[in-house]
Every structure is written in structure tokens, then in C-alpha cells.
């Protein structure tokens, strides 16, 4: 139907004239079409996203590729050759919805894989470690690269104040200073769950997993200087990359690989296994391979299908499971409270969101309640009706926790630097110059204290990582 109605469905006979008393009279009220309009466009824009506000996102599949059965029995990996769909929504992470893509940044990657047992969510970045590990400090990170509450204006002073106040962001900041600090697009990156996960199997035996999705495209970056340039001339260019190459039948693909540790060495490994400042090395956990990605169908509607998705790393399905990382614990409450303000309480109705296989939520009501409600189903259980039976079957295993509730203090493990030097030391000579150069820039204009500070911990990292540093601000200066 292409013939223009009110949202009550009457015809609306007139689309360009106001209804007016006279030629030249003003409107009446009683132009109903006019205030409907009106009203709603008032209405059209939704709150952005707390973080990763600005993003593009697309359609595909994911594909089994190879056997990892033995350590989960999640359906989505029961066979090789076996498909899923996917959604997933890429994003620069400090921007607001109208920033550039072509920025300095952590770039996200949300996934939604739509299986047989519900919807499992991956949310992650394109690196493999996070700027701090205490999810208290994750406000103050928003805030420190968000805009200064008295400027309104971005401030490298508070975005360094805060990095180098955390020790540990060290290894994060690395890598975002690096030469891979601005990919060309969202195509050529790697993707990592970061965290640690879970994988439980038909035996009901628990692994402690980490999710890494290596680029088929290539690694692709900008340089400060290309990246100006890119900007001055399309502040979309990582969208309209992704969007471009899937209309042209250019499908982006990324090789999915596990690393995986037996419940048990979680205990005795040298490294807290759930701490996101760290990797865990490939020598002592190797990347498994076991699937592919592919995104081959753009969005019909930009809004209903990526502005209102909804990704929460709460959606897990049984097989793929949590891990004592406290910010993935933070993360869990996070992501559906802030749906649930973006987008209302009844956000996993909108179809983006809703789960692909059969799904019976007890849930009931709530502002937006667009389904049936589930009619004249019982709202109570127990009952004598059957109705909203749990499924003790998917049970996961008892989880071995000890210790003294308190506010223990994490900085009881300090090593913050080892793993940002080995990084470091693994740079050829362009990109330790580059890492250089780009940190002098970021840095330009910040406090002579701010700046020492950063030099300091380079210089923890690997002594020729500080002198590299504090040489190229000198330059700059
Ligand atoms: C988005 C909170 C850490 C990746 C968001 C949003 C919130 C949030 C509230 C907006 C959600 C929405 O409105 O739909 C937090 C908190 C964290 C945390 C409290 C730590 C305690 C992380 C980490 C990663 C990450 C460690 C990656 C490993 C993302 C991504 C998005 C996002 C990719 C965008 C999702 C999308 O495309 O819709 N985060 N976050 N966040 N976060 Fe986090």
C-alpha cells in the first residue's frame, strides 16, 4: 500500500497545505494530521547507547567448521556444517551517535547468534583485554573519555589523568596507541570476547574459554595523518566500508578460534585466568579453530534492526556459561538495565531482538507490550495447570567458590606490565615509532605530571618503550 494514512489508518487527503482559516489565516488545531506529524517526530530520537553509541551492523551466518563437541554441548556447535544467523552491530566506543568513525578508539563487535536454544550474545572488542578489571571504575571510565562536565568539550587532561590513575590500563592503552589504534574499517580487524567464558559439555564438565575471531579481510589500519583525512571527508567511512562490500557481494568473513583451560588449572595457572587486563598466551593455551563468520545481508531499516538491537553478554545458552571475571559479573546486570531505559522493559519483543526458536518467558505486561500477553495462561507458579515448568536437565555444575566477603584489594597482583612489554617487544621498529608518535599526540596538552606518569609506566613496560615516549613528545613539544 503506497497511499499515505494517519497511524489510526484514515487517508490523509492533503500532505502539503496546513489546514488554515482562510488564504492567508493561521492553522486551525483541529488539523489533527498536522499535530499527529508533529508529535511524532518529537518523539523519533531514542537515547543513544551509554558507550559504543556510534555503529553499523549486519546480517550473516556462522558456520561449524570443526568438532569441538568434547567441550560443550551447545547445540549451535553440534556439527560441523551446521549454520546459525547472526546479527552483529561493530562501534567506536567514546563517540556519540553523529561522531566519526575514522577515530583513535577500541572498536566493539556485538553478536547476536539466533540458535536452537535461545539467543547467545557475544559482546566484545577488537582487543583482547580491557583498561582496568574492577567494573567500579567503569562509570569513571565513561566520563573520562566523554565530554568534561563543565567544557562540554573532550579532554585528553582527564582521559590521561584517569589511564594513568589505573596502572593497569596500561596494556589496553598500548594497543589503542599502537598502529592498530585506527582500523581502516570494521572489516579488517580481529574480534575478541575478552573475557573469560565457560564451556560445559554433555558430561557436565566445566572449561574456562576465550573467544577470538581473526579477520579473513587482513589487518588494515590508518595512520593519524590518513585518518584526518578520512574524516574531512566522511565521518561514515567504516559503515559505508561494511555496507559497501555487502551490497557488492563482498562478504567479510572471520575464522572463529577457542582457547581453552580445564576447570581445574584456573587454580595453579601463573596468571589470574579471570583477570581482563591479561591474555592468556597462545603457547600455553593455542587457538582451537572451529568456525566461520560471515555477514552477507545488510539491514532493511538502520533503526529497527541496529539502533533498536540489543546485545547483553547475560545471553547465554546452555553449553556457553559466565566466568568469575568480576566486570564480566558487572556486565550481566548492565547491559539489559540499560536496554531496558534505551528501549523499554519490553525490548526483547522488538523482532531484531526476539529469539528465532520456540520461547515461552514468564514474563507479563510492562509498558509496550505488543504480543498477546499470553492470554489467559496462569500467571502463577506453582499451579495446577503445568504451566511454566523450570528445566532442572540444564543445570549447570556446581561452581567452587571460597573466600571472606570483603572489598579485597586487586592490586594485590601487580604485574601490570609484563604483558604490555612482551606486546611492546614483539613491534617491528615502524610500529614502536608509530606507537610513539601516535602517544605523543594523543598526550599533547596534557599536565607535565599526567605526562611523567605515562612515561613511567612505558618505561615498566620495557625502559626503551619510555625513552621511545618521552623522545617523541620532546619532538612534538
Ligand atoms: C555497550 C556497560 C565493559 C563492549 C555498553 C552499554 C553499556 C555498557 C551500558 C550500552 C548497552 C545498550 O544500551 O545497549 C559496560 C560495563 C562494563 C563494560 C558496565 C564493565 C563493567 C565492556 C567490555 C567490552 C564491552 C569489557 C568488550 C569486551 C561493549 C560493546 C557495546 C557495549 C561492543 C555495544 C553493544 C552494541 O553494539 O549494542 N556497555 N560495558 N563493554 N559494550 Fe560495554
New binding site residues.
Given amino acids: 500500500m503506497k497511499k499515505l494514512t494517519t497511524a489510526a489508518g484514515a487517508p490523509v487527503p492533503d500532505n502539503q497545505n496546513s489546514l488554515t482559516a482562510g488564504v492567508r489565516g493561521p492553522v486551525l488545531l483541529q488539523d489533527v494530521w498536522l499535530l499527529e506529524k508533529q508529535a511524532h517526530f518529537n518523539r523519533e530520537v531514542i537515547p543513544e547507547?551509554?558507550?559504543?553509541a556510534k555503529?553499523a551492523?549486519a546480517f550473516g551466518t556462522f558456520t561449524v567448521t570443526h568438532d569441538i563437541t568434547r567441550y560443550t554441548k551447545a547445540k549451535i556447535f553440534s556439527e560441523v556444517g551446521k549454520q546459525t544467523p547472526v546479527l552483529m552491530?561493530?562501534?567506536t566506543?567514546a563517540g556519540e551517535r553523529g561522531a566519526a568513525d575514522a577515530e583513535r578508539d577500541i572498536r566493539?563487535?556485538?553478536m547476536k547468534f539466533y540458535t536452537e536454544e535461545g539467543n547467545w550474545d557475544l559482546?566484545?572488542?577488537n582487543t583482547p583485554v580491557?583498561f582496568f578489571r574492577d567494573?567500579l571504575k567503569?562509570p569513571d571510565l565513561n566520563h573520562a573519555v566523554k565530554r568534561d562536565p563543565r567544557t562540554g568539550m573532550r579532554s585528553a587532561q582527564n582521559n590521561w589523568e584517569f589511564w594513568t590513575g589505573l596502572p593497569e590500563a596500561i596494556h589496553q592503552v598500548t594497543i589503542v596507541m599502537s598502529d592498530r589504534g585506527i582500523p581502516v574499517g570494521f572489516r579488517n580487524m580481529h574480534l575478541?570476547?575478552?573475557?573469560t567464558f565457560s564451556f560445559i559439555n554433555a558430561e557436565n564438565e566445566r572449561f574456562w574459554v576465550k573467544f577470538t575471531f581473526k579477520t579473513q579481510q587482513g589487518i588494515k589500519n590508518l595512520t593519524d595523518a590518513e585518518a584526518e583525512a578520512v574524516v574531512g571527508k566522511d565521518r561514515e567511512s567504516s559503515h559505508r566500508d561494511l555496507y559497501n562490500a555487502i551490497e557488492a557481494g563482498d562478504f567479510p568473513k572471520w575464522t572463529a578460534y577457542v582457547q581453552i583451560m580445564p576447570e581445574k588449572d584456573a587454580e595453579t595457572y601463573h596468571l589470574n585466568p579471570f583477570d581482563?587486563t591479561k591474555v592468556w598466551p597462545h603457547g600455553d593455551y593455542p587457538l582451537i579453530e572451529y568456525g566461520v563468520l560471515e555477514l552477507n545481508r545488510n539491514p532493511e531499516n538502520f533503526f529497527a534492526e541496529i539502533e533498536q538491537?540489543?546485545?547483553?553478554p547475560a545471553n547465554v545458552v546452555p553449553g556457553i556459561s559466565f566466568s568469575p571475571d568480576r566486570?564480566l559479573q558487572?556486565?550481566l546486570f548492565?547491559?539489559g538495565?540499560?536496554?531496558r531505559y534505551?528501549l523499554g522493559v519490553n525490548h526483547h519483543q522488538i523482532p531484531v531482538n526476539a529469539p528465532k526458536c520456540p520461547f515461552h518467558s514468564y514474563h507479563r505486561d510492562g509498558a509496550m507490550r505488543v504480543d498477546g500477553n499470553h492470554g489467559g495462561i496462569t500467571a502463577n507458579e506453582p499451579n495446577t495447570q503445568g504451566e511454566w515448568q523450570e528445566q532442572p536437565d540444564y543445570r549447570e555444575p556446581p561452581l567452587k567458590i571460597d573466600g571472606n566477603a570483603d572489598r579485597w584489594d586487586h592490586r594485590v597482583d601487580s604485574d601490570y606490565f609484563t604483558q604490555a612489554g612482551n606486546l611492546f617487544r614483539l613491534m617491528n621498529d615502524t610500529q614502536k615509532q608509530a606507537l610513539f608518535d601516535n602517544t605523543a599526540r594523543a598526550i599533547n596538552g596534557v599536565s607535565a605530571d599526567v605526562v611523567q606518569k605515562h612515561i613511567d609506566h612505558c618505561s615498566q613496560c620495557d625502559p626503551a618503550y619510555g625513552a621511545g615516549v618521552a623522545a617523541a613528545i620532546k619532538k612534538l613539544a
Fill in positions: 547507547r551509554r558507550m559504543h555503529g551492523g552491530r561493530f562501534s566506543v566493539g563487535v556485538a559482546v566484545g572488542n580491557f567494573p567503569f575478541f570476547g575478552s573475557h581482563l538491537a540489543a546485545f547483553t566486570m558487572a556486565r548492565s547491559y538495565d540499560a536496554q534505551r
